[in-house]
């Protein structure tokens, strides 16, 4: 199976564990890089599994909920409290759970979903990578079938 890859660099957000019982619970940032895996049922025209010039969706998805964003878990008891406080100083974003496992695992049910519905499903994203730093990354690949 052909499939291609387009990573983003550099996507600043902070986020918090709030159930680690170390330095994690603490909202921290990064500058996350995001790497997405496609794979289709067949090549297009110009022999792509995707146009990376046509994935603008993916960008302005991510400009729009994560760029600047803090990234809360669902649940995290301290949401109400702390964007209470402060409404305007905050843009935020809830996940299942905001490890990196969590939110690659949560990236790869909306690029996955915005990737079909923008190829008429001819393609699909069969992984997303996701590092929080140079050391540490978390992949999300449901099928077996992808590289690593
Ligand atoms: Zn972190």
């Not at 019982?21 to 049922?41: L, P, Q, T």
Request: glycine share 6%; charged share 25%.
């Amino acid at each position: 199976m052909l499939s291609c890859t387009k990573t983003y660099f550099d996507v600043p957000f902070a986020h918090r564990q709030h159930l680690h019982d170390g330095r994690c619970s603490f909202i921290h940032g990064h500058n996350w890089d995001i790497s997405v895996g496609f794979s289709c049922s067949e090549l297009d025209e110009n022999g792509f599994v995707v146009d990376f010039g046509k994935l603008k969706f993916l960008k302005e998805w991510i400009d729009a909920n994560l760029d600047h964003a803090c990234v809360f878990s669902e649940g995290d008891p301290l949401v109400e409290k702390l964007v209470g406080a402060a409404p305007e100083a905050w843009k935020i974003y809830i996940v299942e759970q905001c490890s990196c496992e969590g939110i690659a695992r949560h990236l790869y049910g909306v690029f996955d979903a915005l990737v079909r519905k923008n190829t008429n499903s001819r393609a699909w994203v069969s992984s997303v990578r996701v590092w929080e730093d140079k050391k540490n990354a978390a992949l999300y690949a449901p099928s077996q079938s992808v590289e690593s």
